[in-house]
Nanobody, 119 residues
Framework: VQLQASGGGLVQAGGSLRLSCAAS????????MGWYRQAPGQQRRWVAR???????EYVDSAKGRFFISRDNSKNTVSLQMSSLTPEDTAVYYC??????????????WGQGTLVTVSS
């Protein structure tokens, strides 16, 4: 498995979740890694990304609430989410991403992990 996201679940509005993604060495090493989400009936959209050196970038709706990090020794990338709202309900995916083109992913999409936020 090249990219395996986990950690989703059901949480009440205002709660927190931590997602994790285990990546193969080929997908992870030296690559910018990103988190994406697909809400019901919507297209998959970029949420956050982190370069191999640790620089981060977030979609406006995630700023101040989500925190992306990576462990280069374990080939994992995480997404700490807080102050969750029902609008954050989606299947979350991770992928390696082009350093300049945030919508250009480098790997196959895995199954993702479902996050459901109840009001």
């Amino acid at each position: 498995v090249q990219l395996q996201a986990s950690g989703g679940g059901l949480v009440q509005a205002g709660g927190s979740l931590r997602l994790s993604c285990a990546a193969s060495v080929r997908m992870f090493r030296g690559n910018t890694m990103g988190w994406y989400r697909q809400a019901p009936g919507q297209q998959r959209r970029w949420v956050a990304r982190i370069t191999s050196s640790g620089q981060t970038e977030y979609v406006d709706s995630a700023k101040g609430r989500f925190f992306i990090s990576r462990d280069n020794s374990k080939n994992t990338v995480s997404l700490q989410m807080s102050s969750l709202t029902p609008e954050d309900t989606a299947v979350y995916y991770c992928n390696a991403v082009h350093p300049q083109l945030r919508d250009y992913v480098l790997g196959p999409w895995g199954q993702g992990t479902l996050v459901t936020v109840s009001s």
